[in-house]
């Protein structure tokens, strides 16, 4: 099965500097990967994806990820951080179970933007 | 795309009673999808609701304890019963498909 594992609960920056978010997969073979942004007492929203295309992928919001094989890694990239981007963010990838795709869920990364 | 309107938005629920969570979709979707996200956690998928057929529940969920309703190909019903405060979380409900989903605002229950 696959799964995803974010490496940090909580990432703290100051406005105008690089944001990053990690994430690893478990995967037996090439997964679609994803990332989810959740702004408060919003539903969720889709950042980007990755499925098998190009490995740089660029999303919504300035963000992008980079697919690394080799790394097992999709960490999420912002140059730049603005105070709207203080959310969490969800790594997700994509399991074939019982025939059909389902999306697991990383535990999430609360991402604070101090001025 | 879709718009998803979830009912109620929050609630304060006793122990033992039961509540129903709607799910208004602006489009005609085959599939819905309800998740809970309990505090601090991430999202779990309880069920699968196609119309006109049973949900599919996954491991660790009972239709007894989450019973579902699909009348049509734009809403949805979940209810949470006999409630306790371990049931206290976001319930999100859901469309789309692997390529992406569109999420409702959730609807948040606080079990006392």
């Known amino acids: 099965a696959q799964s995803v594992t974010q490496l940090d609960s909580h990432v703290s920056v100051s406005e105008g500097t690089p944001v990053l978010l990690r994430c690893n997969y478990s995967?037996?073979?090439?997964?679609?990967l994803f990332w989810y942004v959740q702004h408060p007492n919003k539903g969720l929203q889709l950042l980007l994806k990755?499925?098998?295309?190009?490995?740089l992928v660029k999303g919504i919001n300035g963000f992008e990820a980079e697919f690394k094989k080799s790394e097992t890694s999709f960490h999420l990239t912002k140059p730049s951080a603005h105070m709207s981007d203080a959310a969490e963010y969800f790594c997700?990838?994509?399991?074939?179970?019982?025939?059909?795709?389902?999306?697991?869920f990383g535990a999430g990364t609360r991402l604070a933007v101090h001025p | 795309s879709a718009v998803i309107s979830q009912k109620p938005s929050r609630d304060i629920c006793q122990r033992g009673t039961s509540l129903t969570i709607q799910c208004q979709v602006d489009s005609q979707v085959t599939m819905m999808f309800w998740y809970r996200q309990q505090p601090g956690q991430s999202l779990t998928l309880i069920a699968t609701a196609n119309q006109g057929s049973e949900a599919t529940y996954e491991s660790g969920f009972v239709i007894d304890k989450f019973p579902i309703s699909r009348p049509n190909l734009t809403f949805s019903t979940l209810t949470v019963s006999n409630m306790s405060p371990e049931d206290s979380s976001i319930y999100l409900c859901?469309?789309?498909?692997?390529?992406?989903?569109?999420f409702g605002e959730g609807s948040r229950l606080t079990v006392l």
């Open positions: 990755y499925t098998s295309a190009a490995t």
């Open positions: 859901s469309v789309g498909s692997v390529a992406e989903l569109f």
């Open positions: 995967s037996s073979y090439s997964p679609s």
């Open positions: 997700v990838v994509s399991d074939l179970v019982g025939g059909y795709n389902k999306l697991i």
